[in-house]
């Protein structure tokens, strides 16, 4: 769908690959340029077995990759030269003067830049840092557990790299309308207290609650792992009314439940009662969990509307007939199955097939010839490789 | 920077909710229409002293409210020609023929439509049994803790939101330039797999690695939390190796470090060595943080490249001076502190504050009126409220 859409990214780890990512996903040309021999990230695990980062190939799917020598001023005048021509820069990398909006706006006056950061005042913070500010590692994990448990997927990094997909958009939306370029500042904390706002969280917080810490139970609902006879943990989740009453018919119990709701004054057709006796009603429910293997769940659930899903390891992710996934020839480390873009733009016919990273410097020479430059000089003269 | 694009969104919990939210805090116009009485999420907590729900105005904010009836046939049609006028529609809700790509663009062949739903296959899903299917609840928390441990932030979700909000805004890049409207689909499950993949979870797997459970230690790198004198947690980052000699300068440990790696025969300004010896390297650390107070630490701390965070609960976020931030009179809740979008467009005199979510049916009369509709007269009828 972004097909003429052109971006530099100047980029590292994983929000700003992300968001470059994400649009070269949709049709959009993304050239990530990197220093000679590679950003920090091109080591970061995991690791193939033969030593390349599955999190650089991973991130930088479908990316055309130049590498300049950042250190020399014909270097930087080659980056300047090829964010001026695509006219939208997404970076990471900060101290560098000639990176910045300011810097490139000279050269392009209606540049769109969008800057990820770590805080709003220009200090750095990284995902795991953020996270650990942002008070959700104090009230994951087990109810009698106290020390906070970190996260594991970077899910900041993800959000921002997301809102870094969004701005470019937005902003190429408005310049193609004004003529008008941007100057976008993503703070990667930000994106992070804004989620926690969304959510309710800040104002939960303002409001004088106090969250608990409540293990696998879902907060205001009633959802909980159980174990089964198999030694199977599911996720059951009753997220409404209609749920409720399928889990406790399903399981026998809705009699007893009544007779529960009766005993207690609760109204179980309500999110809140359904939270405040949550631990009453799942001691209700695992002795059926306990009873039964996986088939036999399974079987039971079909044409129900509880929601539930068996808790996997990576190597257990059931990815058959999935359409998104496809196989990629991947430089470096081989024969892999990987994601196109989740956005299924509906004809199956042309859904976008995920295609591989590029080797580190693959496309120098192209991008920079294209440009006018001479690749073969630059490169004789170190300043390009 | 979205003035003039208009979103007819009919949705309910977070992500669909979440993704037209982004846009309205961009300039859209987002016309939010729920069944008479609310949807399913309009209770959902966390709720404020009054009962409202805080998740329901965080994730609305800035929209208008339209309520119809649902059921019948004129409400139906009253929705159906708002999404025509309007052109673009987001929506998680299922099992709706007349809220489908298929009905409403044979009203409106150039509509964008896209739809949220749990899995390709059109089966349901919600984040917390993506979770559970994704492989991330058994490798969180503590390295000898047997059971899963869900998230509290309902990342998928999230990211789930942002893609919407990016696929809407490439769909309607195209439009602009051929006409063509689009028809998306976006499953929550897809959402998740394409982030594990990104990432490269799923290509370790498919290669034979088994991510281990590591407690709150960073895979791959050094970070961890540590305990100070004053029972302070705080995160620590090294990411790079620079970061590392920081972290071994300041803890006056750069000799035993060296040390240590002479006898480990390990390379500790390589990620794999410091990730390896993890351990050893964090025990090391442990007496420097443990005989330190936070105001100590944060003094050392300042002027070096170590990344490094306090764990805080929600009510102890430092929230002073940040932009992003604003008050906000939230009816049926009272005044608040809110987020505008993370996405900071520079000028800051035109950074667009906060708004508050509308009460329900808010605009009822207003959109309708300027549809044409004779609002007066549908709500005598019922037909809206």
């Given at each position: 769908?972004?097909?003429?859409?052109?971006?530099?990214?100047?980029?590292?780890?994983?929000?700003?690959?992300?968001?470059?990512?994400?649009?070269?996903?949709?049709?959009?040309?993304?050239?990530?340029?990197?220093?000679?021999?590679?950003?920090?990230?091109?080591?970061?695990?995991?690791?193939?077995?033969?030593?390349?980062?599955?999190?650089?190939?991973?991130?930088?799917?479908?990316?055309?990759?130049?590498?300049?020598?950042?250190?020399?001023?014909?270097?930087?005048?080659?980056?300047?030269?090829?964010?001026?021509?695509?006219?939208?820069?997404?970076?990471?990398?900060?101290?560098?003067?000639?990176?910045?909006?300011?810097?490139?706006?000279?050269?392009?006056?209606?540049?769109?830049?969008?800057?990820?950061?770590?805080?709003?005042?220009?200090?750095?913070?990284?995902?795991?840092?953020?996270?650990?500010?942002?008070?959700?590692?104090?009230?994951?994990?087990?109810?009698?557990?106290?020390?906070?448990?970190?996260?594991?997927?970077?899910?900041?990094?993800?959000?921002?790299?997301?809102?870094?997909?969004?701005?470019?958009?937005?902003?190429?939306?408005?310049?193609?309308?004004?003529?008008?370029?941007?100057?976008?500042?993503?703070?990667?904390?930000?994106?992070?207290?804004?989620?926690?706002?969304?959510?309710?969280?800040?104002?939960?917080?303002?409001?004088?609650?106090?969250?608990?810490?409540?293990?696998?139970?879902?907060?205001?609902?009633?959802?909980?792992?159980?174990?089964?006879?198999?030694?199977?943990?599911?996720?059951?989740?009753?997220?409404?009314?209609?749920?409720?009453?399928?889990?406790?018919?399903?399981?026998?119990?809705?009699?007893?439940?009544?007779?529960?709701?009766?005993?207690?004054?609760?109204?179980?057709?309500?999110?809140?009662?359904?939270?405040?006796?949550?631990?009453?009603?799942?001691?209700?429910?695992?002795?059926?969990?306990?009873?039964?293997?996986?088939?036999?769940?399974?079987?039971?659930?079909?044409?129900?509307?509880?929601?539930?899903?068996?808790?996997?390891?990576?190597?257990?992710?059931?990815?058959?007939?999935?359409?998104?996934?496809?196989?990629?020839?991947?430089?470096?480390?081989?024969?892999?199955?990987?994601?196109?873009?989740?956005?299924?733009?509906?004809?199956?016919?042309?859904?976008?097939?995920?295609?591989?990273?590029?080797?580190?410097?693959?496309?120098?020479?192209?991008?920079?010839?294209?440009?006018?430059?001479?690749?073969g000089s630059l490169r004789a003269k170190g300043v390009v490789a």
């Amino acid at each position: 769908m972004l097909e003429g859409l052109r971006i530099v990214e100047i980029s590292s780890f994983v929000a700003a690959p992300l968001g470059g990512m994400t649009l070269a996903q949709l049709g959009a040309e993304v050239v990530r340029v990197d220093p000679v021999g590679g950003a920090a990230d091109l080591g970061r695990w995991p690791l193939a077995p033969s030593g390349a980062s599955l999190l650089w190939t991973g991130m930088n799917k479908g990316k055309k990759s130049v590498t300049v020598d950042f250190r020399s001023p014909e270097g930087r005048e080659v980056v300047t030269r090829l964010a001026a021509d695509a006219g939208i820069v997404l970076t990471n990398a900060v101290g560098r003067d000639w990176l910045t909006h300011e810097a490139l706006s000279a050269v392009r006056p209606d540049l769109i830049h969008l800057q990820i950061e770590g805080r709003h005042d220009g200090t750095p913070a990284v995902d795991y840092t953020v996270n650990a500010e942002l008070g959700f590692p104090l009230v994951t994990g087990p109810a009698d557990h106290a020390a906070p448990v970190n996260h594991v997927l970077p899910a900041w990094d993800v959000a921002c790299g997301l809102y870094a997909a969004v701005g470019l958009l937005a902003a190429e939306r408005r310049r193609s309308r004004t003529g008008e370029g941007a100057r976008i500042r993503l703070p990667l904390h930000d994106v992070a207290l804004a989620t926690a706002g969304n959510l309710g969280f800040l104002a939960e917080a303002q409001l004088g609650g106090r969250r608990p810490r409540i293990g696998n139970h879902l907060y205001g609902g009633f959802a909980r792992d159980f174990t089964l006879a198999d030694d199977t943990r599911i996720m059951v989740v009753a997220l409404t009314g209609r749920h409720f009453a399928d889990l406790c018919r399903v399981t026998g119990h809705t009699g007893t439940v009544a007779e529960l709701a009766r005993l207690l004054n609760a109204d179980f057709a309500a999110d809140g009662d359904r939270y405040r006796h949550r631990e009453a009603l799942a001691a209700l429910f695992a002795p059926w969990f306990a009873g039964r293997a996986l088939p036999d769940v399974e079987r039971e659930f079909t044409g129900t509307s509880v929601l539930w899903a068996p808790y996997r390891r990576f190597h257990e992710i059931d990815l058959t007939g999935n359409p998104m996934l496809g196989e990629i020839d991947q430089p470096g480390v081989g024969r892999l199955r990987a994601p196109a873009s989740p956005l299924d733009t509906g004809d199956r016919a042309a859904r976008r097939a995920p295609v591989p990273a590029p080797r580190l410097g693959e496309h120098t020479d192209a991008v920079l010839t294209r440009l006018g430059l001479d690749a073969g000089s630059l490169r004789a003269k170190g300043v390009v490789a």
